[in-house]
């Protein structure tokens, strides 16, 4: 029982370190989210009719160990 405590910690804090790991800005905190801020929003919103066009593309969610949900089309 205490081997298995000291396992599933220890597993807890390695997964939380990589997910934070990821999170490291590359160009710096204010100019990476201001670059990305430009991005969004220069793209478009999602349409979802567009999924429903063809039977080989279907509407996708996954959610990452940080917590957030990537939405997009998946082909089949």
């Given at each position: 029982?205490?081997?298995?405590?000291?396992?599933?910690l220890s597993l807890l804090v390695v997964g939380?370190?990589?997910?934070?790991?990821?999170?490291?800005?590359?160009?710096?905190?204010?100019?990476?989210?201001?670059?990305?801020?430009?991005?969004?929003?220069?793209?478009?919103?999602?349409?979802?009719?567009?999924?429903?066009?063809?039977?080989?593309?279907?509407?996708?969610?996954?959610?990452?160990?940080?917590?957030?949900?990537?939405r997009g089309y998946k082909y089949v």
């Amino acid at each position: 029982m205490r081997v298995s405590t000291i396992i599933l910690l220890s597993l807890l804090v390695v997964g939380h370190a990589v997910a934070d790991d990821r999170e490291k800005t590359v160009c710096g905190f204010i100019q990476e989210r201001f670059q990305f801020w430009l991005w969004s929003s220069a793209a478009p919103e999602p349409d979802n009719d567009r999924a429903s066009i063809s039977p080989l593309i279907e509407l996708e969610e996954f959610a990452t160990s940080d917590g957030k949900v990537l939405r997009g089309y998946k082909y089949v």
